[in-house]
Nanobody
Framework: QVQLVESGGGLVQPGGSLRVSCAASGFTFSSYVMGWFRQAPGKQRELVATISSGGTTTYAGFVKGRFTISRDNAKNTVYLQMNSLNPEDTAVYYC????????????WGQGTQVTVSS
């Protein structure tokens, strides 16, 4: 049974940092592309960052060097380090897996809430 479980969300002040994690099980994690997405209230879900099985990364333009995606294949975990957070980053953050770039993300976690507010 495939499972993706996010953790690490919470409340952070503007300008602060947060790292969210996604623990995977039930599939060959090291072979999959992993992505982080987010959805803010009243907005469509958007792609934040991706990382290939070999560690190649891509980022949405709004990340602007503030976020870093990484993975630990030994722990079956993907991370998203978020720095210089602003209120516009407030959203539910989801991780998802795809068998390769260009394929549909077929497994999703339940999401973790990130709130940036003073």
């Amino acid at each position: 049974q495939v499972q993706l479980v996010e953790s690490g969300g919470g409340l952070v002040q503007p300008g602060g940092s947060l790292r969210v994690s996604c623990a995977a099980s039930g599939f060959t994690f090291s072979s999959y592309v992993m992505g982080w997405f987010r959805q803010a209230p009243g907005k469509q879900r958007e792609l934040v960052a991706t990382i290939s099985s070999g560690g190649t990364t891509t980022y949405a333009g709004f990340v602007k060097g503030r976020f870093t995606i990484s993975r630990d294949n030994a722990k079956n975990t993907v991370y998203l380090q978020m720095n210089s957070l602003n209120p516009e980053d407030t959203a539910v953050y989801y991780c998802a897996s795809a068998p390769r770039y260009g394929a549909r993300y077929d497994y999703w976690g339940q999401g973790t809430q990130v709130t940036v507010s003073s």
